[in-house]
């Protein structure tokens, strides 16, 4: 039987090519609202894992938390019964996808701190190319402020040091790899690509795309960002030396998860569609 998918052979592919797509429209107001309500209480009841990725000498704030979606409600909610899974496994192109984790970035009025361009698989727990991330801004966000993605960088072949990643943290990833490129300081050389983007617009990019951004906002303009991360069928358990963020190598051993696994469990649950 052929699986149905929201999504066009042509979106499809331009996500396996381009390692980045736009899906205009894809997440309802209410789903949103909820969230919005979620985020609030995310910020009054941060988990353990929060952390200010950076403060500016006005006091200006990028909070971020992850993994929050065990304990608001709201978050739970809408990874569990939104469509939002079945939009990660028709990008995926596949009839199974598992939830990594939540984040959320949440930028005050005029911050302008921009995350560092950077890869997102080198820092995680696990190893794989089927990947994806849906990063959902939950408010109208400016192209110039939005996250930006080099295209098609999810297919070069170097490996990358990750360097130097939100307040004074230095990200020694990988030190026999190569030096990551300077990507701002030669911006014209790559093709970089970003989007206005409006609640319920999402931004689906692979975990090894380069990305960053997402900042520079005007004065009178905050970013609330929710993001989910979901694994398709090649992702396996990969506990890497050095730099794990978020690191679930502890929570992974303690499920009983092992190196070179799918992960499961009730902590990562799997939707089959
Ligand atoms: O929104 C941001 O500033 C950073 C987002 C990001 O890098 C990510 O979700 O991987």
Known sequence: MTRSSTLSPEQVSKFDSDGVILLRNSVSAPWIDLLARGLERNITT???????WNRDAQGRTCFYDSQ?????PEYRQFIENS????????????????FFFDAVFVRTPGM????????DEPYWSVKGFDTC???MPLVAVEKKSALEFVRGSHRWPQQFQQVDF?????????????????IEGNRDHYDIVSWDMEPGDCAVFNARIIHGGS???????ELKVFNTQWLGDDVRVCFRPEGMDPDHSGLMQGLGLKPGQRIGT????????
């Open 46 to 52: 941060p988990t353990p894992r929060h952390r200010i």
């Open 68 to 72: 929050a979606w065990q304990v608001i």
């Open 83 to 98: 469509p939002i899974a079945k939009t990660a496994a028709d990008v995926l192109d596949t009839n199974q996808v598992n």
């Open 112 to 119: 302008q701190f921009r995350t560092p361009f950077h890869q």
């Open 133 to 135: 991330s849906i990063w």
């Open 166 to 182: 939100g307040d004074g943290r230095k990200d020694a990833i990988g030190e026999t790899y190569e030096p990551f490129p300077d």
């Open 215 to 221: 900042g520079n906002l005007a004065g009178d303009r």
């Open 266 to 273: 009730d902590t990562y649950p799997r939707f089959e569609f």
